[in-house]
């Protein structure tokens, strides 16, 4: 009987609000350190943790120090807005995260009554389409890559007709729902329709079916790990024709665990380490140096996020949170302003990125740039 | 009530049947629910959000208590059921229109109607059989729920799920639907209790000690534990339904077979058989985390470690170490 | 044709791997009546655990490989059974078998804190080299994988049936009280089957974490699978994981290629229920008796 008001009693302590430091700027991140997500989550918290590092070496924003906290939301959508709702509760001056499109989803009308701005990595394109202003995109939408991908097999690889093979999660199918009526109006047929899962064991029978639908070349678009293993499990069923894929088909973490059967990977590149710009490349080094592996574009997202906030509350000069958001919309960051945010990047008013990209290639275990992209709208 | 544990749980239940401790279960109820009522009074939005989170999680556990604690039957598809009393729910009301009540009770009857068909041809077999086919039924709800996204919404889940009101009182607000939490979930509690303390919730306890005894004893033990089974489902069903417009977004994460999993692993923690067991180990599964915030991801490994040194050291969770706690307390008190 | 054989080919690799990790459910069932859930996760492990001694004491792989195996066969071996089973077991096999659930949370998120979130490659012991079988091509590494599978079953079904100590493991299995009674050192019995199952969870691991990548994610899959396969063949004989392994690879790859890509996990379940309804016992196992 007792048990129930001990429990009551701890509850409240526990969910009470801890004070809010004076000197300090609160910052929550609400991430995937467990479950499906956790790999990507893991990166794009440890880019959070390397800015805030950067930054607070630099004397903060504002002369204020942050504070950063990292929820984990396993993944779970419910959880995801529990957090997302704490961090408001807790005053943060702003919400990081979370990277997964369904997290997203559940948790972004807190953000948006709130009136606080909420930093996601999601890359699915219905996201920025339901009209919340305080929503932001750290990378390009699968809506504004996909285009560059279809003309990209049109004119330089010249392909008739394409096999697509994706990863049937709110990423995958995002990005194969977003180049499918791009093949279309580029005129290409779609040879072959290949889901498969995150974390599947085998890819052999894809490899075969993609083989055996003898298009002209491959659409990847899949998760790190999956993406290396299908590259080998095709090498390995003497697939032959040229493999295409959009940013983590040819990252790092891809080159490294496919080895060789990376080679000839070629295909569109938004936010890379191996980008032929310095201050990536720069980023690519602190990171490794401090967590000991390579990021891939989750770390870099987080990493842009916090100087974002940065820039626009140096911008406003004060900490408003809600004019965090109003600051940033229609916003163009230029790396001569704010060095942290590595290339010039335009904020659209529903939250989505317009920046340069590249075309790549990966030659001898080595991304190569081989044109750089202007952005949609210069 | 002072039975050593190992004996099993047969003698405590029978100690639970005396009229006394059942009023005590009772009043914890009643107390509990008034005390939630209030609870969420100064502990802002994300505390609210967070109790009526625990009450939701711990409806389904309760039902797998059912299945589990009082049946002996291991069911992995706990958070299927779950989900699709949620779909069923958020389907129904958002885009038919209709009324949450209705919508509530179509999916307790729709996870009742599964249940049986599901259990009816394994328990045929072997009671270890329901572990197999929940399995493969969990992750063929898993599968169709996020390929089949012209009805479900696929990976990109289904949002702006509507809350219920209540006669006209609207329930947007985090305490008006906390409150309605709390009252639904006092009704289907209180509903186990009634349920437990029949004749119906006697048979049940009786499979469990002991199948064959009962079978002799003239109880028809395949329908039992089969009914069981399907109003263990139906409760996960209830849970879904109010899982759906609490947090006002559904995808198929939450329903996977590791949150099943998950799940067992919550009605053990909280002590099976026990009828306010499912409280505790949701608890410790919901709110847990939000505790130890301090150590991040880590929570998981501190959450099924307790759950593990609990199991070595008092299978009957953490209710029969309150059993036993209080048992010496009063043992050396002299009654008190 | 050539095509179907290249499904076919492919399903049968992809079956050995399953068959290799579904060993051990069976196994364990057999000593203990439980089911081990933490069974792909023993198969993740020790390769992370490889992996982890090679980094943290910069290590040479041999000497890496040689302490990561043996940590894992002390802990999940031995240790597993005096640590976990043991205690457990006494209060029957329900709690057993959620205990292991706890398990394969705790070896997986303590891979990832521990180790890595990441996909690590994991260095393959067989050339990479892909030969070709009737037009299709077939790696050396999975070429290994069914050769051991099938060398392993062959060799635990001679153990069994054809030594003293496997005799003695095998009468263990079937009645503890009259193997003790006849002067078996049980004891010592369910030890060894435990030590051998850890030491085959090693075999499986070296062999499929090369083309899997060692990550503490992947037991879920490989567990699942196994978990199936095990069902299919039947729980209760060795041989039951090997039959049970091959029929849910090919019957995965033929789903993938004649059914659909987005449902082809469905397809091995519908076999699982299947078996249920008609063969509850599985292809290769005998029939129990209800027990009391």
Redesign the interface.
């Known amino acids: 009987?007792k048990?129930?008001?001990i429990?009551?009693t701890a509850?409240?302590a526990?969910?009470?609000?801890p004070a809010l430091a004076q000197d300090k700027v609160k910052l929550v991140d609400v991430v995937e350190?467990?479950?499906?997500g956790?790999?990507a989550?893991?990166n794009w918290k440890n880019g959070i943790d390397l800015a805030v590092a950067d930054i607070n070496a630099k004397g903060g924003i504002l002369g204020k120090q942050i504070e950063i906290?990292?929820?984990?939301t396993?993944?779970?959508?419910?959880?995801t807005?529990?957090a997302v709702?704490?961090a408001?509760?807790?005053g943060t001056y702003a919400v990081l995260g979370p990277v997964f499109?369904?997290p997203i989803?559940?948790s972004m009308?807190i953000a948006q009554r709130a009136e606080i701005a909420q930093f996601v990595g999601g890359e699915?394109a219905?996201l920025t389409m339901q009209g919340n202003k305080y929503l932001f995109r750290t990378s390009l939408s699968q809506t504004a890559a996909m285009p560059k991908i279809a003309a990209y097999l049109k004119n330089t690889v010249k392909a008739g007709s394409v096999a697509v093979v994706w990863v049937?999660?709110?990423f995958g199918?995002?990005g194969r729902d977003a180049i499918l009526p791009e093949l279309e109006k580029a005129g290409i047929k779609v040879a072959v329709d290949?889901?498969?899962?995150q974390?599947?064991?085998?890819f052999?029978?894809?490899a075969?079916?993609v083989k055996?639908s003898n298009a002209d070349a491959i659409f990847v678009y899949l998760n790190?790990?999956e993406s290396?293993?299908f590259l080998?499990a095709a090498k390995?069923?003497?697939v032959t024709k040229p493999m295409v894929g959009e940013t983590t088909l040819l990252g790092s973490?891809v080159i490294?665990?496919a080895?060789e059967a990376a080679n000839g990977v070629k295909g569109h590149v938004g936010l890379s380490i191996d980008a032929p710009i310095p201050a990536f490349q720069e980023f690519g080094k602190k990171f490794q140096a401090k967590y000991n592996?390579v990021s891939d574009h989750n770390g870099l997202k987080g990493y842009m996020a916090v100087y974002m906030i940065k820039w626009a509350t140096e911008k406003q000069k004060t900490f408003d949170k809600k004019g965090v958001a109003d600051t940033l919309r229609g916003a163009t960051i230029k790396p001569s302003d704010e060095p942290g945010i590595m290339i010039e990047t335009t904020i659209e008013q529903n939250g989505d990125l317009d920046r340069e990209s590249f075309l790549a290639e990966v030659k001898d275990g080595k991304q190569v740039i081989t044109a750089t992209l202007p952005k949609i709208k210069p | 009530m002072t039975a050593p544990a190992t004996h099993g749980a047969a003698t405590e239940r029978r100690g639970l049947a005396l009229p006394s401790s059942i009023d005590g279960t009772l009043v914890t109820l009643v107390l509990g629910a008034a005390i939630l009522w209030f609870a969420p009074a100064g502990m802002g939005r994300y505390g609210t959000y967070v109790l009526s989170l625990w009450l939701v999680m711990s409806i389904a556990v309760m039902g797998l208590n059912l299945t589990l604690g009082y049946a002996g039957l291991k069911s992995l598809a706990q958070a299927a059921f779950m989900g699709l009393g949620a779909y069923a729910t958020a389907l129904l009301t958002s885009k038919l229109g209709l009324n949450w009540y209705a919508a509530f009770a179509i999916s307790g009857l729709l996870t009742f109607a599964v249940g049986l068909v599901l259990g009816f041809p394994a328990l045929r077999v072997q009671a270890h059989y329901l572990a197999f086919v929940t399995l493969a039924f969990s992750t063929l709800i898993w599968l169709i729920l996020r390929n089949e996204q012209w009805l479900t919404g696929g990976v990109f889940g289904l949002s702006n799920i509507p809350r219920p009101s209540f006669l006209s009182v609207k329930l947007d607000g985090a305490l008006e639907f906390h409150r309605f939490v709390v009252v639904v979930t006092f009704i289907l509690a209180a509903a186990l209790w009634w349920m437990i303390r029949s004749p119906w919730g006697r048979a049940f306890m009786a499979l469990r000690e002991n199948p064959v005894r009962a079978a002799s004893l003239g109880v028809d033990t395949r329908m039992y534990t089969l009914l069981a089974f399907a109003i263990g489902s139906a409760y996960a069903g209830f849970a879904g339904a109010l899982y759906a417009p609490l947090v006002e977004f559904i995808d198929p994460s939450p329903f996977s077979l590791s949150q099943s999993f998950f799940l067992l692993l919550m009605v053990v923690a909280g002590g099976s058989g026990y009828l306010l067991g499912p409280f505790i180990g949701a608890l410790l599964g919901v709110v847990l985390p939000e505790w130890l915030r301090v150590v991040g991801s880590l929570y998981l490994i501190v959450f099924a470690t307790i759950v593990m040194l609990l199991l070595i050291a008092c299978p009957q969770g953490v209710s029969g170490l309150i059993e036993r706690g209080w048992a010496k307390l009063t043992g050396k008190a002299g009654g008190r | 044709m050539a095509e179907f054989i290249a499904y076919l080919i492919a399903g049968i690799a992809t079956g050995a791997i399953y068959a290799l990790a579904a060993i051990g459910f069976t196994l364990v069932w057999q000593t203990s009546q439980t089911i081990n859930f933490a069974q792909g996760e023993f198969v993740m492990l020790p390769a992370v655990l490889v992996l982890l001694a090679i980094k943290l004491f910069g290590a040479p792989i041999w000497l890496g490989a040689l302490i990561g195996i043996a940590a894992f066969i002390l802990i999940f071996g031995a240790g597993f059974k005096l640590a976990v089973v043991d205690p457990m077991i006494k209060h029957g096999v329900l709690p057993l078998a959620i205990a292991t659930m706890a398990l394969s949370i705790i070896m997986k998120e303590g891979a990832k804190d521990a180790f890595s979130a990441e996909a690590q490659n994991f260095p393959s012991f067989v050339p990479t080299q892909t030969i070709s079988v009737f037009g299709a091509s077939i790696s050396l590494q999975h070429l290994a994988i069914i050769i051991v599978a099938f060398a392993v079953i062959g060799l635990l079904q001679w153990f069994v049936g054809g030594t003293r100590l496997g005799r003695q493991m095998q009468a263990t299995a079937q009645n503890p009280t009259v193997a003790r009674i006849l002067g078996i050192p049980v004891e010592r019995m369910v030890l060894l089957t435990f030590v051998i199952n850890a030491a085959l969870a090693v075999v499986a691991s070296a062999l499929i974490s090369p083309i899997y990548l060692a990550k503490f994610s992947n037991g879920e899959v490989i567990g699942l699978f196994a978990f199936i396969a095990a069902i299919v063949g039947g729980f209760n004989q060795v041989r039951g994981a090997l039959v049970g392994g091959l029929v849910v690879g090919i019957v995965d790859s033929m789903a993938a290629a004649y059914i659909s890509t987005s449902y082809r996990l469905a397809v091995p379940l519908v076999l699982l229920v299947v078996i249920i309804l008609l063969k509850p016992e599985g292809l290769m196992g005998r029939k129990e008796e209800r027990r009391v």
């Open positions: 009987m048990m129930q008001w429990l009551a509850l409240s526990a969910l009470g609000l350190l467990s479950g499906a956790a790999t989550g893991t906290t990292h929820y984990d396993q993944t779970n959508p419910g959880n807005r529990a709702q704490r408001i509760d807790e499109s369904g989803g559940a009308q699915a219905n049937n999660n709110d199918k995002g290949v889901a498969t899962e974390g599947q064991a085998d052999a029978a894809d075969i079916k055996n790190e790990e290396a293993r080998r390995q069923q003497g973490k490294e665990l080895g592996y």
